[in-house]
């Protein structure tokens, strides 16, 4: 099972570094980082004080996480989606997930690597990504 931990870490202004979005550095964490193959549930916690939801995308080649293209509504592409946590205290897809609510998805992973990451509008870009290994 993962279990995400999200939400604004920090108020600083734009400084030009990876993550800053303005409003702070906001960020996605996975906790563990490597589980194994097959049915997986990822349980995310929104600790944060803005909705947010948690998006499972595979990684393709050698891309690393937080280098997907951000399109001009301030969103990646969601082709190829194995699932969404975006339901406050609820399974699946949903609106979002409230400040301070848990949501939940269960995906069946093969070996390799994901990104986790949140798609509502430009907090992608501001940090709310990270990377699920997935082993034997």
């Given at each position: 099972?993962?279990?995400?931990?999200?939400?604004?870490?920090?108020?600083?202004?734009?400084?030009?570094?990876?993550?800053?979005?303005?409003?702070?550095?906001?960020?996605?964490?996975?906790?563990?980082?490597?589980?194994p193959?097959g049915?997986?549930?990822?349980?995310?916690?929104?600790?944060?004080?803005?909705?947010?939801?948690v998006?499972?995308?595979?990684?393709?080649?050698?891309?690393?996480?937080?280098?997907?293209?951000?399109?001009?509504?301030?969103?990646?592409?969601?082709?190829?989606?194995?699932?969404?946590?975006?339901?406050?205290?609820?399974?699946g897809?949903?609106?979002?997930?409230?400040?301070?609510?848990?949501?939940?998805?269960?995906?069946?992973?093969?070996?390799?690597?994901y990104?986790?990451?949140?798609n509502?509008?430009g907090?992608?870009?501001?940090?709310?990504?990270?990377?699920?290994?997935?082993?034997?």
């Open positions: 099972m993962g279990r995400m931990m999200r939400g604004p870490n920090g108020s600083a202004p734009d400084n030009g570094r990876p993550g800053w979005y303005g409003m702070g550095m906001m960020r996605l964490a996975a906790h563990p980082v490597t589980v193959a049915k997986v549930t990822v349980r995310v916690v929104n600790a944060g004080t803005l909705v947010h939801e998006i499972v995308l595979p990684l393709p080649g050698a891309q690393a996480a937080g280098e997907r293209a951000v399109g001009s509504g301030g969103r990646v592409s969601e082709a190829g989606s194995l699932g969404e946590a975006s339901r406050t205290c609820g399974s897809a949903g609106d979002g997930i409230a400040p301070g609510a848990a949501a939940w998805t269960t995906v069946t992973l093969r070996p390799g690597r990104e986790l990451l949140c509502v509008r907090h992608y870009a501001a940090g709310m990504y990270t990377e699920l290994d997935v082993t034997r």
